[in-house]
């Protein structure tokens, strides 16, 4: 299956979702298919929070050290760091 594949499956999807997840692993950065999703989210003014790889384990519990891209709306505002 090739990208276009992909997105016509991924972006509709996306368009409805509330949000949009991102799970930070090994060459995340480097996907066309997450860097269009993105693009997208941010478009339709999406909140999209990225999660370390590191912190999976504590899924579904959002860690305090995702970093968060517009604000969400169904998402718990992160702790503040005191």
Excluded at 4 to 22: H, S, T
Excluded at 39 to 48: C, D, E, S, V
Excluded at 68 to 80: E, Q, T, V, W, Y
Aim: aromatic letters at 8%.
């Amino acid at each position: 299956m090739d990208h276009q594949f992909w997105m016509l499956q991924d972006l509709p999807l996306l368009r409805l979702a509330d949000e949009m997840l991102i799970i930070g692993l090994d060459g995340w950065t480097q996907s066309r298919g997450v860097c269009e999703e993105m693009f997208k989210a941010l478009a339709w003014r999406k909140p999209i929070t990225l999660i370390e790889e590191s912190d999976i384990d504590l899924l579904p519990t959002i860690p305090a050290t995702a970093r968060r891209f517009l604000k969400s709306s169904i998402l718990p505002d992160a702790p503040s760091e005191t």
